[in-house]
């Protein structure tokens, strides 16, 4: 299958490209990745530092990946990423591999190069980020169930569950974004009697619990002062995690995981985006906002009119049609999760958008060939004229938006997209129509190409990174992760890539003798120096700063016990700290550099 071969290396090399120019990617997860590398026990709960202080704000079976890699080849941008990379090459191919076995390899070539040229897509496989597993995961999920709605076997429905399970702990409530549109498919086109399919259910979500609640118990058996602090949560406990920061939170916007001052700055210290740090407002047209719409949208407005399509061609076809299935259960995906993404009120990146892009794919590509092959019915080729004109007026209207980018491509978009849609709507011959029709393709994926070219040749760093040439609105130059000069000089401690060095030299002194080599309010600025020392570095308030862990009587037992040499000031605005307080009013500052000292051991 030599378009499948092409297919996959195109990715990978693309993909692969100067992958070293990420560097860490997040240095929040990368620290944690450091940590797990060397530290079993971190490994297991996915601590931020080797010393088990407290976790990341997500379970850690991204970081597992990411730190088997590099138990293996050693600390580096290509061991930590390079896994990811591979993920995207497997996600491509069970895209590719879905569509293929209903639809034909035509089809699945048009679904595999959506995805593979989706912004979004391409800059999560290249990052450390957990969403690249949670969009394998979900692509997994989907192919088993669609196994199921062939044959009715439980043991897809098993599958989907288990798989669905790994999602959550890799991103805990966002893989269930996807379970109506499964579970309603299943439930409404299974082949078994209802009876059957509804308890075929209830084992999928037996094994969801079971594929997840291995590790969710762990967590909340093992005593407190055996394991980190559950990192973003109130209550050191993973439930309240799961429901709360990462759960009804994200809804809601009541998100905050720590309490102002318990023992903590905030975001502004730590380097990232705190509590209440939303995106773009709320709204159904959030999805197109400047922010959003280049990193995913681009073929959102054909797939809703190829979905609504797609099941109108099944007309009367039996209850347990296939391609019915297919459509519906893609289809819910696609609106669900892009409802969610629209009025969700708490923290928001437009990167969270990459589980939209399977269903985008998977409905171009099917509905495409489908519409394809009735192309000399008037009404379906009036269809594919529909979408190939709303493609290429979404193009237009997303590279606007960005005008000393590519300034010409926007104008070629335009006319051989209107070309196109013009020309399609008489009759052609079999020849001018496969001309004709891959020209459409072409168009389509132009603005989407050339997104993710700029994306690959751009370094990205920290909590926000965002695909394509930056956008001036709707908070996106803040929140691009863009490698810039003034980016570097306000960034905590020096920059991930080029630390302080003075700093750095200090802690890396007698590292030995302590527990932790230093702390610092906030795990991003604590990542920065445990990257650049390969020492412990203890993120007081976990990541935004404000996580009750360490409480201050914990701070002083673990100084007086001479487990902690430094404390290092920001030199962001704070909120008040009774750690940071504390310190100030005991211990003797010295400056380091452009930093405030504190010696604990002194």
Not at 324 to 353: D, E, I, K
Not at 371 to 397: G, M, N, P, Q
Not at 445 to 461: E, F, I, K, Q, R
Not at 472 to 496: I, N, V
Request: net charge neutral; glycine share 10%; charged share 15%.
């Amino acid at each position: 299958m030599p378009t499948l071969a092409a297919l996959l290396v195109g990715t990978a090399g693309a993909y692969a490209l100067d992958l070293n120019r990420e560097h860490w990617g997040n240095s929040f997860y990368a620290a944690a990745v450091q940590a797990g590398s060397i530290s079993w026990k971190a490994f297991l709960f996915g601590s931020s530092d080797a010393a088990n202080s407290i976790t990341v704000d997500k379970p850690p079976a991204s970081l597992w990946i990411m730190e088997l890699s590099v138990r293996t080849f050693g600390l580096n941008s290509w061991s930590l990423l390079l896994p990811q990379v591979l993920m995207a090459v497997l996600s491509v191919g069970i895209m590719y591999a879905i569509v293929a076995r209903r639809f034909g390899y035509g089809a699945a070539l048009i679904a595999g190069a959506v995805l593979a040229t989706t912004p979004t897509f391409a800059l999560m496989f290249r990052y450390d980020n957990p969403d690249a597993l949670l969009t394998l995961t979900l692509l997994g999920a989907a192919w088993a169930m669609l196994r199921a709605i062939e044959d009715g076997r439980t043991r897809w429905l098993v599958l989907t569950g288990a798989v669905v399970g790994l999602g959550f702990l890799t991103k805990q409530l966002q893989a269930f974004l996807v379970v109506p549109a499964l579970t309603v498919a299943y439930a409404a086109f299974g082949p078994p009697k209802l009876g059957t399919r509804l308890l075929q259910l209830l084992a999928a979500g037996a094994a969801v619990l079971v594929s997840a609640g291995w590790w969710v118990a762990i967590v909340q058996l093992v005593p407190a002062a055996d394991r980190p602090w559950v990192g973003g949560s109130k209550t050191d406990s993973i439930l309240d995690l799961t429901f709360g920061y990462n759960g009804l939170g994200r809804l809601t916007g009541n998100e905050h995981a720590g309490t102002a001052g318990s023992s903590a700055g905030d975001a502004a210290q730590a380097g990232g985006f705190g509590p209440g740090g939303h995106g773009p407002q709320t709204g159904i047209t959030r999805m197109f906002a400047a922010a959003q719409g280049g990193q995913i949208s681009w073929l959102i407005p054909a797939a809703l009119v190829l979905v609504v399509a797609g099941i109108l061609l099944r007309g009367r076809a039996p209850r347990q049609d296939f391609q019915r299935a297919w459509f519906v259960m893609w289809g819910l995906w696609l609106v669900g999760c892009s409802v969610v993404f629209s009025f969700m009120s708490g923290t928001f990146h437009p990167y969270y958008t990459i589980v939209v892009a399977p269903a985008i794919a998977a409905i171009v590509g099917a509905a495409v060939r489908e519409l394809w092959v009735r192309r000399e019915k008037a009404a379906w080729r009036a269809v594919l004229v529909l979408a190939s004109a709303i493609t290429t007026a979404t193009s237009f209207v997303f590279l606007a938006r960005t005008p000393e980018f590519l300034p010409w491509l926007r104008w070629v978009v335009l006319g051989v997209g209107v070309f196109v849609a013009v020309a399609l709507v008489f009759r052609r011959s079999r020849s001018i129509s496969i001309a004709l029709g891959a020209m459409a393709i072409a168009v389509a994926l132009a603005g989407p190409v050339a997104y993710v070219a700029d994306t690959v040749v751009t370094p990205h760093t920290g909590g926000g990174p965002s695909a394509g040439p930056a956008v001036a609105s709707d908070q996106a130059a803040y929140r691009s992760g863009r490698e810039s000069e003034d980016a570097e000089r306000s960034t905590q401690f020096g920059s991930p890539s080029a630390p302080d060095a003075e700093l750095t030299g200090l802690l890396e002194a007698d590292p030995q003798k302590y527990t932790w080599a230093a702390a610092t309010i906030g795990s991003n600025a604590a990542a920065v120096l445990q990257l650049a020392t390969d020492d412990p570095v203890m993120p007081v308030g976990g990541f935004s700063g404000t996580d009750p862990s360490p409480t201050l009587d914990q701070f002083e037992a673990d100084v007086a016990a001479g487990k902690i040499h430094y404390f290092i000031a920001g030199t962001g605005k704070t909120r008040p700290s009774a750690i940071g307080d504390w310190v100030a009013a005991t211990f003797t500052p010295r400056t380091v550099g452009d930093y405030t000292v504190f010696d604990l051991s002194s």
